[in-house]
């Protein structure tokens, strides 16, 4: 750990929802905490108890559409779980702080969910402040369990430290703003000798409106933090080892991954390794601040390590991962329609509907362009790209639309893959001895990633094929 002489070295540790799911996970991570906080100053952060932030937003669609009865056993079941909590670890003084607190949080859910119903529709702007008040709750209560403990400690709202754009529901951070904000409102708390417990997911527009960053966006929290305070790590603590090599459902002898570097982590988290939300690194990327994962199940395994760049430099890949159900999409221009004219306008398509792709390719000869979809973009794009080319289709400019359904598709990630001749070829001879088709294949000029498609029902086998051939 780098540390400046004779200061304690800076650790924001973000806790997620399993982390703090019940109240022998919360006595967990009071433990943890205070066993650190002896060799270093700790700030946390905290996602809701796991579950909740669902339980939440279904409450909340169901008021809108005018019942006015499933959120009055969502309160009760919301009070009893972190009423369990406050009985088992706080002190009858403690209680009698927090009760109060946590009563405010769940009348806010009442009043929020009773609008909703009187006027049929929730907000995306309404949505944030009620999707993330189960934040405001888990934080309060992990505040003063750590007091119970006899840590010093203080909750804070992340709504006075992150400053957000108005994009409700995936706010991005102006970190310009959030920056001197953090460091100055959690100082305030540091100096006292209290440990800042702030609430994941959420943060406020410049006028103080709540926002939150995505779903799962607490690993977001930490990292922002983190790089506001310019911390010597991030740990973010989660219910895994660390990063696996593949799926362990898909790869029974997969393994943990010691140390990738910080673009590795970005592919294998955009490409639905749940461990990592995708933003995650972005935030502590310039001050190179290395971010660890960690299981509060077992602390005393040291996790995977994210950071610049990778220090052994091995060739060949690191880890595979994949989305099993996907979609393949062709369209076809015909010699009138440009190949640029065609994509601009299935790409500017693709921007409306707020849609990412998980892989691209291009045929030379004809106008065709293929891209991957995760299923639930599907029909939005399908809609919208029949709309836009209705004409020429009409005309048979372009062709009709082709979606191959039930695609998987595999990426292999190493940013020691560049510049080694033979990777592409191992892994596609490693699947042809087992008789895997490869639908489609894309690598860009970076060598980080190579993407291709397959079955959805072979998905486990080419997993597994890439996996023996690297010998991860
Ligand atoms: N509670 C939020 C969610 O479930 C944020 C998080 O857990 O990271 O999405
Ligand atoms: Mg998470």
New binding site residues.
Partial sequence: MTQSKGKKPLIVMKF??TSVGNPERIKGVGEIVADHAERAEVVVVV??MGG???TLIRAANQAARGDREHWKSVRQDLARKHREVADQLLTAAEQAEVLPQLAEQLSNFENLCSGFSLVREVTPRAMDTL??L??VMSATLVAAVLRSVGQAAEAVDATELIVTDDNFGSAAPIFDETNPKTKQRLAAVRKKGAIPVVT??RGATREGLCTTLG?????YSGTIVGGALEADEVWIWTDVDGVMTADPRLVPNSRIIPEISYREAIELSFFGAKVL?PKTIQPVMKKKIPVWIKNSFNPSCPGTKIVPLPTDRTPGVKAITSVSSANLVTISGRDTLSFPRLATRVFNGLHLEDVSTLMVTQSSADNVLCFALHDADLPRVRARLEKTFELEMLHEYVGTLEVMPKIAIIVAVGENMKGTPGIAGRAFSALGKKGINIIAIAQGSSELSISFAVKSSDVKEAVKAIHDEFQL
């Fill in positions: 997620g929802g996602s809701a909740v932030t669902d999707s993330s189960v934040e994941g997911f779903r799962g966006g607490s690993d939300h």
